[in-house]
């Protein structure tokens, strides 16, 4: 979990390698609206988020007897309750890092529909993981392959 830039998709990808579990890409399971939305540099509000949490739940839950790894923005406590309805075990991690220096990386991205001009409202909306909540924050400074070594460490518990 994290917003946008803070590295969801390549840590993701690489944990789920690492754990021998399947991966899935929050972003796919946006229906187009949603897309076109972000793209114009309008946020998402919880109407559009619903059907969208709801579709990775259902993956989540398919997957739930031998695991997965799926990155996404799961900014809110009301949407990680959602994803968690799924029955699913649950780990989350936040990958944790400063606005200034997920800017910077968003400043060298190409190709993605999340413009940059959204990065504040992310971080307007982002609520940290509840002390009852299963997971853990992972700073997101360093290389890729050092976050996931951290991320990896911090499910190792």
């Not at 990808?13 to 949603?34: C, I, K, M, T, W």
């Not at 059907?51 to 997965?68: F, M, Q, T, Y």
Request: net charge negative.
């Amino acid at each position: 979990m994290g917003v946008s830039g803070s590295g969801k998709s390549t840590v993701g990808e690489a944990l789920a390698e690492r754990l021998g579990v399947p991966y899935a890409e929050a972003d796919s399971f946006h229906p187009p609206a949603n897309i076109r939305k972000m793209s114009a540099g309008t946020p998402l509000d919880d109407e559009d988020r619903r059907p969208w949490l709801d579709a990775i739940a259902v993956w989540l839950s398919e997957h739930a007897e031998h695991g997965g790894v799926v990155s996404c923005s799961a900014l809110r406590r009301r949407y990680r309750d959602r994803l968690r309805a799924s029955g699913a075990r649950m780990f989350f991690l936040h990958l944790d890092g400063s606005e200034e220096l997920i800017a910077r990386r968003l400043e060298g991205r190409h190709g993605h529909f999340m413009p940059r001009t959204l990065l504040r409202s992310q971080f307007a909306t982002l609520e940290p993981l509840d002390r009852d909540e299963h997971g853990a924050a992972v700073a997101i400074g360093g290389t890729s392959q050092e976050v996931t070594e951290r991320a990896l460490a911090a499910l190792a518990p």
